[in-house]
């Protein structure tokens, strides 16, 4: 159920049709718009009946939600989130680029890597720091160190840090490090994880689970903004299919269904998507090319010697190159917009 409110209603309705939410035993999710208010009614398992706030003062209209996940879709917010990330917002119509290297493996390697990123003009420095792994003989990250590693760059670098937290235990040590925290797409189900990430208040990147369908990504999204963690950034990052040429099937289709779809911002992972080096520039470009609101690039000083991903990693020299393309792109196709 969505609740929306006339335009002229005073914040003390709106907090009143909240508090009404709550007495029933429901949660009131406030959605500010650009023309009014809305509020958003989660915790209920069947149809909640209007009758409860039809008549209270400053309300418009209650429109029951059809979808199985509500706060992240469009019928509920009809404008574009953006996320703020210390400053620099994400899904405001600018391209967002996140580069960095799958692995944190050295500081010589990441502060490397940070200054190429810095001086191509992105905001976003990846890296993860716990790995989750298919096999329990790769490696693991350098957890604890490897996040004190990140620290070093936040503090040296214009960058804001994107990294995974793997499991519920280790979460607040990474949202402590992380501008945004990572949820990987092995862990898109992990319910546990993403009600924790719904509870703390770092922004949120939540990658596409390798067979997961856009339907169930929403709905994962919908755990995090269901605790009270609006901050959520979606990333489609590639599928899993009866392909073997490429490493993933990378579904540009659904950048653009999941922007119809959800207010939520979308990125795109070109690197996991195909995972491979030379495939990865065309696929990027053809990410901004569909409205991606960013994009990430895993880039390595050495691939060839990266202890995860160094088949889809580019050099920093082939990162720098793209980035700049990718910026000529999104600045084109804004002038295009007006
Ligand atoms: C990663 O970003 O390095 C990663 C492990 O990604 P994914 O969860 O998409 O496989
Ligand atoms: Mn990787």
């Known amino acids: 159920m969505l609740i929306l409110m006339k335009q002229d209603a005073t914040p003390e309705q709106i907090q009143s049709v909240c508090q009404r939410v709550r007495d029933i035993g429901f949660v009131p999710h406030e959605i500010p718009g650009a023309i009014r208010t809305a509020i958003g009614v989660t915790g209920n398992q069947g149809p909640v009946s209007a009758e409860h706030f039809q008549d209270l003062l400053g309300v418009s209209e209650c429109v029951p939600v059809s979808k199985p996940y509500k706060l992240v879709s469009r019928e509920v917010k009809p404008e574009s989130t953006v996320v703020d990330v210390r400053g620099v917002r994400i899904g405001d119509g600018t391209l967002s680029i996140v580069a960095g290297p799958c692995s944190v493996e050295s500081r010589e ?10 001086a191509s ?3 976003f420095f990846r890296g993860g720091a716990f790995k989750p792994r298919t096999s329990p003989y790769l490696f693991q990250g350098l957890k604890e160190e490897g996040l004190r590693l990140l620290e070093e760059v ?5 960058l804001r840090i994107i990294t995974e937290a793997k499991d519920t235990e280790t979460l607040p040590l990474v949202a402590e490090c992380a501008d945004v925290v990572q949820i990987g797409a092995r862990n898109m189900q992990n319910f546990s994880l993403l009600e924790a990430a719904g509870r703390q208040r770092k922004p949120v990147l939540l990658k596409r689970g390798m067979s997961a369908t856009i ?3 929403f709905m994962a999204a919908e755990y995090v903004l269901s605790l009270g963690n609006y901050n959520v950034i979606l990333c489609e990052r ?3 299919t009866y392909e073997t040429m490429t490493r993933n099937t990378f579904d540009l289709s659904a950048v653009v269904m999941m922007k119809r779809h959800s207010h939520l911002p979308v990125m795109a ?3 996991h998507g195909v995972g491979i080096n030379w495939a990865v ?3 990027a470009r053809a990410s901004v090319a569909v409205g991606a609101d960013g994009v990430m690039i895993e880039t390595h000083p050495n691939p060839a010697m990266a202890l995860s991903d160094g088949q889809q990693s580019l050099t ?9 393309e990718l910026r000529e792109m999104a600045a084109w196709q804004a002038g295009r917009r007006g």
Do not use: C, H, N, W
């Not at 390697?109 to 810095?118: D, F, G, L, P, S």
């Not at 920093?316 to 700049?324: G, V």
């Open 154 to 158: 936040k503090r040296s670098f214009d």
């Open 121 to 123: 003009g992105a905001k």
């Open 215 to 217: 339907q169930e990504l």
């Open 269 to 271: 992972d070109p690197s």
């Open 238 to 240: 590639g599928i899993r």
């Open 316 to 324: 920093l020299e082939q990162y720098a190159e793209l980035a700049k």
């Open 281 to 283: 520039g065309p696929l």
């Open 109 to 118: 390697q990441v502060m490397r890597t940070a200054e190429a990123v810095a």
